[in-house]
T-cell receptor, first 110, second 117 residues
Framework: ELKVEQNPLFLSMQEGKNYTIYCNYS?????LYWYRQDPGKSLESLFV?????AVKQEGRLMASLDTKARLSTLHITAAVHDLSATYFC??????????FGQGTRLTINP | KAGVTQTPRYLIKTRGQQVTLSCSPI?????VSWYQQTPGQGLQFLFE???????NKGNFPGRFSGRQFSNSRSEMNVSTLELGDSALYLC????????????????FGPGTRLTVL
């Protein structure tokens, strides 16, 4: 059974710093997703990674995928307060079944 | 293009009652998935429908059921509500051209927050 684990689960950082969220998954998955969730809101799609070595960037966020290590990372560069949110990674199992990690609650302090 | 819509947004029920939640996918999307989000269990997959057929089901009791209509709109039903069913129920839609799509993203609706008293 596919399991997805994120770390850290909580992250408090200062504006301007860099940090990385890690996402490990236990079995082969065809694609890996990153979502953002603000308090009381739904999930916003950030990235979908399809193949080994895939890298995608949007603003201060960059996601990468290593299928051999079953590891994806979400790197935050020069963090700003607006990036405070909970970030989820999810791997896919079968037809459209997303298996989510526990989420990383990111707080960026001025 | 309108996003995924869910109704109602908030719902309060008592134990033993049943509830029906509705989801309208993005126009042209044929797959609708349902997820339950709770502080303790996180985000868990309930089921997925494609062309009115349930293709996949999560590990939830039979009290949780769903269906999809010919226009791709979907409903989920929870019977004999329990306190533990209190959660945010999220619906997601995708094109799902094939089961192994090329980057087929699931887009989530705003959710229905269900409180069971």
């Amino acid at each position: 059974e596919l399991k997805v684990e994120q770390n850290p689960l909580f992250l408090s950082m200062q504006e301007g710093k860099n940090y990385t969220i890690y996402c490990n998954y236990s079995t082969t998955s065809d694609r890996l997703y990153w979502y953002r969730q603000d308090p009381g809101k739904s999930l916003e799609s950030l990235f979908v990674l399809l193949s080994n070595g895939a890298v995608k960037q949007e603003g201060r966020l960059m996601a990468s995928l290593d299928t051999k290590a079953r590891l994806s990372t979400l790197h935050i560069t020069a963090a700003v307060h607006d990036l405070s949110a909970t970030y989820f990674c999810a791997a896919i199992q079968g037809a459209q079944k997303l298996v989510f990690g526990q989420g990383t609650r990111l707080t960026i302090n001025p | 293009k309108a996003g995924v819509t869910q109704t109602p947004r908030y719902l309060i029920k008592t134990r033993g009652q049943q509830v029906t939640l509705s989801c309208s996918p993005i126009s042209g999307h044929r797959s609708v998935s349902w997820y339950q989000q709770t502080p303790g269990q996180g985000l868990q997959f309930l089921f997925e429908y494609f062309s009115e057929t349930q293709r996949n089901k999560g590990n939830f009791p039979g009290r949780f059921s769903g269906r999809q209509f010919s226009n791709s709109r979907s409903e989920m039903n929870v019977s004999t509500l329990e306190l533990g069913d209190s959660a945010l129920y999220l619906c997601a839609s995708s094109l799902a051209v094939s089961s192994l799509g090329s980057g087929d993203t699931q887009y989530f609706g705003p959710g229905t927050r269900l409180t069971v008293l």
